[in-house]
């Protein structure tokens, strides 16, 4: 069966005139002739859980408007989901994450990165099946995270500027225009990783509720916890559901644009000349993005990627960081950060939403950290996809924490996290 999406012509015309648009900064109309193109991936496999990457390759004739040609080679990269796998192609549908995405890149970042352009990758094309970004890789973006999913505190400072640009952009936009960005987008925000009012048998519900069942026998087999296990058990999922409370639009507190999936991999960096330090990132895969306070975004960021003995030594010094660079890109645009988000209430947000970094953590880790071998047969078949998502997942996990160092030792850090000071200690 085919895996790869054909692109009409008025396709391949739009996606080249946006392209020609955006990067020779002219709104002038140009001629384009596609001579031929490609659009496949280097393995034709499914390379991410709910989503298809690829590689799409143009040889394209431009005409100008004063009739000079110009042949030009243009690379991007391509996201789609994955239509061919039922299983999949359901959850995706219910869930609504690539419409999400859509509606995100086609409605709302073209408006931010006018304000500040270098926090996601460019848009040059999408609909209900396709969408088509420059090819960071050309650009040498890599990610940052090794197998563990960490990242150090460079990777972290240059990402936690990103995320401040976004965030900032959110807040200038919504002063221009005068009105809210959930009223403006509202398909853009909508919750849909933690919506509130569902059903058991949604898919959000489902996929939650599997996953307590995967941490409640993980606790099991942590020694320390026996004395208390009951205590923690009957607790411990009471503690986790807060996430749904969490990441509502709040009525108290400051909401921004936020990209609601920050994992380790859903970042890239691009790094000096000497390939250590990163320089600039780019935030990608926007299918889970709401508006919330920027504290959810942020506490995610800082506790997924980190353990705790890392957030010991460096929370406060990035959150100040965060902090920093919010005053900046605010004053660049002539607009004082205490009238939107005061020290105090920054503060006082780090506290109130502190435990969205241990749940996340655990929501997210549990799969995106499991063994290659595993990670390979839940995204490569509909069998996979539905054993890890539905009947198998706590057996897989299992077997991933007795036979896995890296997913065994980052899964307790995450457990102790979360037990020891928001169920034991009860700090939320």
């Known amino acids: 069966m085919s895996t790869t999406i054909e692109l009409s012509s008025i396709a391949l015309q739009n996606l080249c005139q946006r392209y020609h648009e955006l990067n020779h900064h002219s709104n002038q109309p140009c001629t384009f002739e596609v001579h031929s193109y490609e659009h496949s991936s280097n393995t034709d496999t499914i390379s991410g859980f709910f989503g298809r990457h690829q590689i799409l390759k143009l040889n394209v004739r431009r005409i100008d408007v004063d009739g000079q040609e110009h042949f030009e080679k243009l690379h991007f990269f391509t996201k789609s989901p994955i239509i061919e796998v039922d299983s999949h192609m359901d959850y995706i549908e219910e869930f609504g994450l690539f419409k999400k995405e859509v509606h995100v890149y086609r409605e709302v970042l073209p408006e931010l990165q006018k304000t500040f352009p270098n926090v996601a990758p460019k848009y040059y094309y999408a609909d209900e099946r396709l969408l088509v970004f420059e090819h960071l890789g ?32 959110s ?18 925000v909508v919750e849909n990783a ?14 939650f509720n599997n996953a307590n069942r995967v941490f409640v026998e993980l606790i099991k087999l942590l020694p320390k916890y026996q004395e208390n296990l009951d ?9 986790m559901a807060m996430i749904f409370e969490f ?19 859903n970042v890239m960096f691009q790094y000096g000349k000497f390939g250590a330090l990163p320089q600039q990132s780019r935030l990608v ?19 997924i990627p980190t353990s705790s003995n890392f957030r010991k030594q460096h929370l ?15 004053k660049s645009e002539q607009l004082n950060i205490e009238d939107y988000l005061p020290r105090q209430e920054f503060y006082e947000t780090a506290e109130k939403f502190r435990i969205v970094g241990p749940i996340e953590s655990l929501l997210f880790s549990h799969l995106t950290i499991l063994p290659p071998a595993v990670a390979q047969a839940v995204t490569s078949s509909a069998n996979g996809f539905s054993d890890f998502f539905d009947a198998k997942r706590v057996g897989m996990c299992l077997e991933a924490f007795r036979t896995d160092e890296i997913y065994r030792e980052r899964l307790t850090d995450m457990l102790e996290d979360l037990i020891d000071n928001f169920v034991l200690n009860i700090k939320v």
């Open 138 to 169: 050309d650009q040498e973006f890599r990610m940052g995270a090794e197998r563990d999913g960490l990242l150090n505190y460079e990777h972290l400072h240059c990402r936690l500027k990103t995320l401040a640009a976004l965030h900032a952009s």
């Open 171 to 188: 807040i200038v936009y919504e002063v221009r225009c005068g009105r809210k960005l959930n009223e403006l987008y509202p398909d853009a």
């Open 194 to 207: 933690y919506p509130l009012g569902i059903s058991e048998t949604h898919v959000r519900s489902q996929n």
């Open 231 to 239: 205590y923690i058990l009957r607790e411990f999922p009471q503690r």
């Open 247 to 265: 990441t509502q639009t709040s009525d108290k507190y400051l909401n921004v644009f936020s990209h609601a999936d920050l994992w380790a991999n």
């Open 285 to 303: 895969d926007f299918q889970l993005a709401r508006y919330a306070p920027p504290m959810v975004d942020l506490m995610t960021v800082l506790t």
């Open 316 to 330: 406060s010094e990035l959150l100040c960081d965060y902090y920093r660079f919010m005053t900046e890109f605010l």
